[in-house]
């Protein structure tokens, strides 16, 4: 998800006014920055290891089939987000893992 600074009416103080500030805000401009968003790889050559990585964790939750026979653009958001989950479960985990011992 990505959020976009929106300057809010310097009137509002509650987060709830400031919350209601920004939908409005976004629906008036019809909804277009939340359907312009892109999930960018941040390192181009970890491209091709993470699409990898996203087929290998769909299989292990059963979803193999489905995306290779429908495409992800097929997938609901319910399974896209058990994998994606998934995903970033097994990446904090080797993360975690190669901190152990280091110090900062």
Same mark, same amino acid.
């Not at 600074?5 to 976004?26: H, L, Q, W, Y």
């Given at each position: 998800?990505?959020?976009?600074? /929106? ?6 103080? !509650?987060?709830?006014?400031? =919350?209601?500030? #920004?939908?409005? #805000? ?5 909804? +277009?920055? =939340?359907?312009?968003? !892109? ?5 181009? +050559? ?28 097929? =997938?609901? !958001?319910?399974?896209?987000?058990? /994998?994606?989950? +998934?995903?970033?479960?097994?990446? #904090?985990?080797?993360?975690?893992? !190669? =901190? ?5």
């Amino acid at each position: 998800m990505q959020f976009y600074f /929106v300057p809010c009416n310097p009137d509002i103080t !509650s987060i709830e006014g400031k =919350m209601a500030e #920004i939908i409005r #805000i976004t629906a008036k401009k019809g909804g +277009e920055k =939340m359907a312009n968003r !892109s999930n960018k790889v941040l390192l181009p +050559e970890a491209k091709q290891a993470l699409d990898s990585f996203k087929y290998e964790v769909a299989s292990e939750l059963g979803l193999s089939s489905k995306v290779q026979s429908s495409g992800w653009s097929n =997938m609901t !958001s319910k399974e896209c987000g058990a /994998v994606g989950g +998934e995903m970033v479960k097994k990446m #904090i985990a080797q993360a975690q893992s !190669s =901190m152990v011992g280091k110090t900062k």
